[in-house]
């Protein structure tokens, strides 16, 4: 049986590998994205200091692959290559279910980074030194994320 990980009173996340979404609501997609030294790329949101990985939420009639390119320009400034579907994170909220899509992909090009959106920073970090930046990186959710992406490009 999955264990899912409780966040708080109304919110449990499980992650589900490889998960294909067919009708299922979708509220976010993000992006594991790594350079050539396999230092994955986060991003830091002015609005709460916190440091985390580019994406956001998809637009009216916006496709999945738009929205992750679209988001990862937007938030970092790069564009990336050899994207790859992990699967999802299956949030229950407040007895409401919804899905967050995660990718991986390799950077392409890294342009000049300018703050237009609530991104203060982007920074490429060691896998070793993430829970220095990224507040939940040791939690069950997310070491399953990055599990995944590492396995991907066997990292």
């Keep these: ?87 999802a994170v299956e949030v229950v909220e407040n007895n409401e279910i919804y899905y967050q899509l995660r990718y991986t992909a390799k950077t392409k090009e890294i342009l000049p980074f300018k703050q237009e959106w609530e991104i203060s920073e982007r920074l490429f970090v060691n896998l070793n030194d993430l829970d220095k930046y990224i507040k939940w990186a040791n939690g069950k959710t997310f070491k399953a994320q990055i599990l995944s992406a590492k396995n991907s490009w066997k990292i």
């Design 1 to 87: 049986m999955e264990e899912y990980e409780q966040i708080n009173d109304n919110c449990k996340m499980l992650w589900r590998e490889n998960f294909q979404i067919t009708n299922e609501k979708y509220t976010q997609v993000y992006c594991y994205i790594f350079n050539d030294n396999n230092e994955l790329l986060i991003v830091k949101n002015e609005e709460n200091n916190n440091w985390t990985i580019p994406g956001g939420h998809p637009e009216k009639n916006e496709e999945k692959l738009d929205t992750l390119k679209r988001e990862v320009l937007e938030e970092a400034c790069v564009t990336v290559k050899d994207i790859k579907y992990l699967g």
